[in-house]
């Protein structure tokens, strides 16, 4: 029987397991990549478990997302990471080289290859064929040392994409419709493989803007073809020979479809505070607009920002708009430079922030007080911008700009003609900002400063596991909520005791406290808890505080994989009602915890013992074999440790 590109590339980097829907498999690793927010803590646990030199491909360090540098923090942990890296065999990418997402598909991505990296929007690889996988940086370090990556074999959607985008609909447009139709959840457990007669119309760029907001969908990751426009691509990135062709067998088999028919996608928008509460942009025309944001590892390629210098062109930002703009790389920026596109945007009025991350994260340009603010950014979490009040929408570039001329949400429509923006034949390829590591293992010192804090460790399942319910949290919590970052925490991702006394304060200030106060206990939350970010801190710093489980109705991806690499229990309701029935302060208790979690790989219910009512809940562990060993040796440094 034929083959889809998800089961090819799997089957290609197969270490163990069944290609059976929801089983665990592991796969060899070819390559990882971190940003320096997850970084840190990855590169402290890979010095934890001890390895001299990575065992990958090609793995790289990118400095991205905090580059503000507002106090000495940031330049320590960069330090920490260029000499760490240079150690141990790592590419450094300097701060001021860009995103790492834009950088890693122009200059290291490979079709063909497997990609794992702590941040969530790895996925954007999969724009050129290759099977790339956010995760969190435990599970990057072991990767880096040349374990195996471990993961419930998904389900494969294939989105079938029919007819042609029409002027002034982007591949923004486009996710934006599929999160539309299948929602934040829709993509839990499944890779999206995109196929059809549309893909061929559809540039480099516009298929890595496609799979990056993949993971807003929940999904493990999406993946395009990988054909004549991916080989164009390489070759402009003077990369030819990375390229390989890959293709679905035309007798593959699919476990759904969803069918997209491109030429009847509108302008659309995601409203406050979620990437599926979708709307179309002239539904919302006319709302008044005080900030316009572009750029972000969603939309800040060389094609994304010419379309924008072509539209801004000769005409003047809104007087009661900020327009602010980060290209996705310095290669996106030279060339703007080179070509005069860059004075066109400046000119217009728009400012030009350091290519990174910025406001994506919270990292500056935090609106005004109940601020609307367009962004072609991928996450509009509540309070993510660094304003609570903030009403941030998601945005393609072409609307952003006509709303930053107008000073209203404006349909691009209302700009006439769309301009014709082609791919370069040639990219400027200058990779002075990729420094190599080091030819030698011992060559180099590391450096580390007072900013580099020992990470919480946890251990090995007691017998019984006792705690109170420390908050109670609704549905859809985001990483963000759990363990927010924004300007003035994300200087401390390599200090997670300074961090812990902020988990879960946008949903309860007390929470830090309390749970100091009562030596540790349980989260109770509802559906997709943790959805987001791979960032570990979302597990750490509730490690830090003592929780010990999260009883949830449901968990995203990445996070619960976090929570078990870090010993913490992650259980699923069986019936909803015991969600409502449980109050603040109760106090739970899991006999026989041991025996308990390795009946859990079996399919058998985790009782949970509640004293105020004296009853017992059932609860599930959707745990591997593998996993329950995790658990019950408090975590996944432990287990590695052990040298299983
Ligand atoms: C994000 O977009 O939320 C981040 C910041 O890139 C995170 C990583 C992090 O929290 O450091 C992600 O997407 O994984
Ligand atoms: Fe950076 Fe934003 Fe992309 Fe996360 S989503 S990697 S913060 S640009």
């Known amino acids: 029987m034929g083959m889809n590109i998800t089961e090819k590339l799997i089957k290609n980097h197969l270490v163990s397991g069944e290609m059976v829907a929801g089983k665990e498999i592991a796969i060899k690793i070819d390559q990882t990549l971190t940003q320096d927010s997850t970084g840190t803590m990855a590169y402290l646990q890979f010095e934890a478990i001890g390895i001299p030199r990575v065992k990958t491909e090609k793995s790289v360090a990118y400095i991205d997302h905090n580059t503000l540098q507002t106090g000495f923090e940031n330049a320590d942990d960069h330090k920490y990471i260029q000499t760490v890296t240079s150690k141990h065999?790592?590419?450094?990418?300097?701060?001021?080289?860009?995103?790492?997402?834009?950088?890693?598909?122009?200059?290291?991505?490979?079709?063909?290859?497997?990609?794992?990296?702590?941040?969530?929007?790895?996925?954007?690889?999969?724009?050129?064929?290759?099977?790339?996988?956010?995760?969190?940086?435990?599970?990057?370090?072991?990767?880096?040392?040349?374990?195996?990556?471990?993961?419930?074999?998904?389900?494969?959607?294939?989105?079938?994409?029919t007819g042609k985008l029409s002027p002034w609909v982007t591949a923004k447009d486009v996710i934006l419709e599929v999160l539309r139709r299948l929602s934040v959840k829709g993509g839990v457990g499944k890779v999206m493989e995109y196929a059809g007669e549309g893909v061929k119309s559809l540039s480099v760029p516009q298929r890595?803007?496609?799979?990056?907001?993949?993971?807003?969908?929940?999904?493990?990751?999406?993946?395009?073809?990988?054909?004549?426009?991916?080989?164009?691509?390489?070759?402009?990135?003077?990369?030819?020979?990375?390229?390989?062709?890959?293709?679905?067998?035309?007798?593959?088999?699919?476990?759904?479809?969803?069918?997209?028919?491109?030429?009847?996608?509108?302008?659309?928008?995601?409203?406050?505070?979620?990437?599926?509460?979708?709307?179309?942009?002239?539904?919302?025309?006319?709302?008044?607009?005080?900030?316009?944001?572009?750029?972000?590892?969603?939309?800040?390629s060389y094609t994304d920002m010419m379309t924008v210098a072509a539209l801004l062109k000769g005409k003047s930002v809104h007087p009661d708009v900020s327009l602010v703009i980060a290209p996705g790389s310095k290669q996106v920026m030279n060339m703007l430079a080179a070509n005069g596109a860059l004075a066109d945007i400046i000119s217009a009025g728009a400012r030009i922030l350091e290519c990174g991350c910025g406001p994506c994260i919270g990292m500056g340009q935090a609106p005004a007080t109940n601020a609307v603010s367009l962004r072609?950014?991928?996450?509009?979490?509540?309070?993510?911008?660094?304003?609570?009040?903030?009403?941030?929408?998601?945005?393609?570039?072409?609307?952003?700009?006509?709303?930053?001329?107008?000073?209203?949400?404006?349909?691009?429509?209302?700009?006439?003609?769309?301009?014709?923006?082609?791919?370069?034949?040639?990219?400027?390829?200058?990779?002075?900002?990729?420094?190599?590591?080091?030819?030698?293992?011992?060559?180099?010192?590391?450096?580390?400063?007072?900013?580099?804090?020992?990470?919480?460790?946890?251990?090995?399942?007691?017998?019984?596991?006792?705690?109170?319910?420390?908050?109670?949290?609704?549905?859809?919590?985001?990483?963000?909520?759990?363990?927010p970052s924004n300007a003035k925490l994300l200087p401390f991702r390599s200090n997670v005791p300074y961090l812990a006394d902020y988990c879960l304060t946008p949903c309860d200030p007390e929470f830090p406290a309390r749970a100091k106060a009562a030596g540790g206990g349980f989260i109770i939350a509802g559906q997709n808890y943790g959805q987001g970010s791979s960032r570990?801190?979302?597990?750490?710093?509730?490690?830090?505080?003592?929780?010990?489980?999260?009883?949830?109705?449901?968990?995203?991806?990445?996070?619960?994989?976090?929570?078990?690499?870090?010993?913490?229990?992650?259980?699923?309701?069986?019936?909803?009602?015991?969600?409502?029935?449980?109050?603040?302060?109760?106090?739970?208790?899991?006999?026989?915890?041991?025996?308990?979690?390795?009946?859990?790989?079996?399919?058998?219910?985790?009782?949970?013992?509640?004293?105020?009512?004296?009853?017992?809940?059932?609860?599930?562990?959707?745990?591997?074999?593998?996993q329950a060993d995790i658990l019950l040796a408090g975590g996944l440094l432990n287990y590695t440790k052990e040298g299983k």
């Open 89 to 161: 065999g790592i590419y450094f990418s300097k701060p001021g080289n860009g995103i790492c997402h834009q950088v890693h598909l122009e200059r290291f991505g490979k079709p063909g290859k497997t990609l794992l990296g702590s941040d969530s929007h790895t996925p954007t690889g999969g724009g050129i064929g290759m099977l790339a996988i956010g995760a969190g940086g435990l599970d990057v370090a072991v990767a880096m040392g040349g374990g195996a990556y471990y993961l419930a074999m998904p389900k494969v959607c294939r989105v079938n994409l």
């Open 376 to 483: 072609t950014i991928n996450r509009n979490f509540e309070g993510r911008s660094g304003t609570k009040s903030a009403q941030v929408y998601i945005v393609s570039p072409e609307t952003a700009v006509a709303s930053a001329l107008a000073g209203v949400v404006t349909d691009p429509h209302a700009l006439g003609e769309a301009p014709l923006v082609s791919m370069p034949e040639h990219f400027m390829v200058n990779d002075n900002l990729i420094i190599p590591p080091a030819p030698e293992y011992k060559d180099v010192k590391v450096v580390r400063g007072p900013n580099i804090q020992p990470f919480p460790k946890n251990t090995k399942v007691p017998k019984e596991i006792k705690g109170g319910a420390l908050i109670k949290v609704d549905d859809n919590i985001t990483t963000d909520h759990i363990m």
């Open 208 to 300: 890595a803007t496609i799979t990056n907001m993949g993971a807003e969908l929940g999904a493990t990751t999406s993946v395009f073809p990988s054909d004549e426009v991916t080989k164009a691509f390489l070759d402009a990135q003077g990369r030819g020979e990375d390229w390989i062709e890959l293709s679905a067998d035309a007798d593959a088999t699919y476990d759904e479809e969803v069918t997209i028919a491109l030429d009847e996608i509108a302008p659309l928008v995601a409203c406050p505070h979620s990437p599926d509460n979708i709307k179309q942009v002239k539904d919302i025309q006319g709302l008044k607009v005080d900030q316009v944001a572009i750029g972000s590892c969603t939309n800040s």
């Open 536 to 626: 570990e801190h979302a597990a750490l710093a509730p490690l830090q505080l003592g929780v010990k489980g999260v009883i949830a109705k449901s968990f995203a991806r990445i996070h619960m994989a976090n929570l078990i690499n870090n010993g913490i229990l992650p259980l699923v309701f069986v019936n909803e009602w015991d969600y409502d029935s449980i109050q603040l302060g109760d106090e739970f208790v899991i006999k026989y915890a041991a025996d308990q979690i390795k009946g859990a790989v079996k399919g058998q219910e985790v009782m949970v013992t509640c004293v105020r009512t004296g009853k017992e809940f059932a609860t599930r562990l959707n745990i591997s074999a593998r």
